[in-house]
Nanobody
Framework: QVQLVESGGGLVQPGGSLRLSCAAS????????MAWYRQAPGKQRELVCTITSSGNADYSDSVKGRFTISRDNAKNTVYLQMNSLKPEDTALYYC???????????????WGQGTQVTVSS
């Protein structure tokens, strides 16, 4: 019914940059907040940043000043620009969106399949 597909992950050297994208598709009536999470091996999934439908963003302390979240509402897409990457940023990155679908009341959280980001020399 609704799919979130991430792209843009890969291997990058410390200090480098990557840009992740996540496109939502399907029977979407409206999208509220969107977010990026990450999960490193052996660790719990953690919230990286969020963005409201009007563009207000919030970041975890660990990425503030280095990462930028943005969205294109016309394309149902959220982006994550990651600069000054560190080895500790290595993780599987997931996008999340709160979506209301056609012909169904209420909002539901949807998740992408994840895209791997590896920061290593």
């Amino acid at each position: 019914q609704v799919q979130l597909v991430e792209s843009g992950g890969g291997l990058v050297q410390p200090g480098g940059s990557l840009r992740l994208s996540c496109a939502a598709s399907g029977s979407i009536f409206s999208i509220s907040d969107m977010a990026w999470y990450r999960q490193a091996p052996g660790k719990q999934r953690e919230l990286v940043c969020t963005i409201t439908s009007s563009g207000n963003a919030d970041y975890s302390d660990s990425v503030k000043g280095r990462f930028t979240i943005s969205r294109d509402n016309a394309k149902n897409t959220v982006y994550l620009q990651m600069n000054s990457l560190k080895p500790e940023d290595t993780a599987l990155y997931y996008c999340n969106a709160r979506i209301r679908v056609y012909f169904k009341a209420g909002w539901q959280d949807y998740w992408g399949q994840g895209t791997q980001v590896t920061v290593s020399s």
